[in-house]
């Protein structure tokens, strides 16, 4: 079955850089989009960044556009987000998620999350 | 703010139905689908309706879901204890080129 697993996540100081990683397993990675969403503590979800299967096309949330970058290597099976200039608002634990189809389609299938705190 | 709107609460009695509103405009829910996904406490989301009305496989037939114009709804029947958990909807909005979530509502089962 699938499944998606995320590393990377810890404490890291405002202003510094921090990259999640989102290992998959139990299908053909290649073929569907991914996503990452965030969760807040105590507080509801929020979508981050999504990439097509191919990698040729990638859409950001607002609030991460232009700090976050979202690729995958479809060799290794796994997709990543570079996190950049980091903020206290960015604490949160971060889930990676399969998409239904091969483009932006929405998630079906969902990771455990990694904790990132932001905190100086 | 969220672009979705979803009460922050409902709640009910084992066996009662239970809906769960999602409200946005015609970027969002007016011109694509509409899912919604269940979180349990301290565990991560899970796929609960797709495309509006479809229940993956596992998914017990008491959920299911509606759509209509830029609002779309969730149904509880036969609500159990392990129903307990947090709802979200979600649309692609084709304004902001991405997904939004409704703010979630926590379902107390009495």
């Known amino acids: 079955q699938v499944q998606l697993v995320e590393s990377g996540g810890g404490v890291v100081q405002p202003g510094r850089s921090l990259r999640l990683s989102c290992a998959a397993s139990?299908?053909?990675?290649?073929?569907?989009?991914m996503h990452w969403v965030r969760q807040a503590p105590g507080k509801g979800l929020e979508w981050v960044a999504n990439?097509?299967?191919?990698?040729?096309?990638?859409n950001y949330a607002a609030s991460v556009k232009g700090r976050f970058t979202i690729s995958r290597d479809n060799s290794k099976n796994t997709v990543f987000v570079q996190m950049n200039s980091l903020r206290a608002e960015d604490t949160a634990v971060y889930y990676c998620?399969?998409?239904?189809?091969?483009?932006?389609?929405?998630?079906?299938?969902w990771g455990q999350g990694t904790l990132v705190t932001v905190s100086s | 703010q969220s672009v979705l709107t979803q009460p922050p609460s409902r709640s009910g009695a084992p066996g009662q139905r239970v809906t769960v509103s999602c409200s946005g405009s015609?970027?969002?829910?007016?011109?694509?689908?509409v899912y919604w996904y269940q979180q349990l406490p301290g565990a991560a989301p899970k796929l609960l309706i797709r495309?509006?009305?479809q229940r993956p496989s596992g998914v017990p037939d008491r959920f299911s879901g509606s759509k209509s114009d830029t609002s779309a709804s969730l149904a509880i029947n036969g609500l159990r204890s392990e129903d307990e958990a947090d709802y979200y909807c979600?649309?692609?909005?084709?304004?902001?080129?991405?997904?939004?979530f409704g703010p979630g509502t926590k379902v107390t089962v009495l």
């Open positions: 495309r509006n009305n």
């Open positions: 990439i097509w299967y191919d990698g040729t096309t990638k």
């Open positions: 979600a649309a692609w909005d084709d304004n902001l080129t991405g997904y939004v």
């Open positions: 139990g299908f053909t990675f290649r073929e569907f989009g």
């Open positions: 015609g970027s969002n829910i007016g011109s694509n689908y």
């Open positions: 998620g399969k998409s239904e189809g091969h483009f932006a389609e929405p998630i079906e299938s």
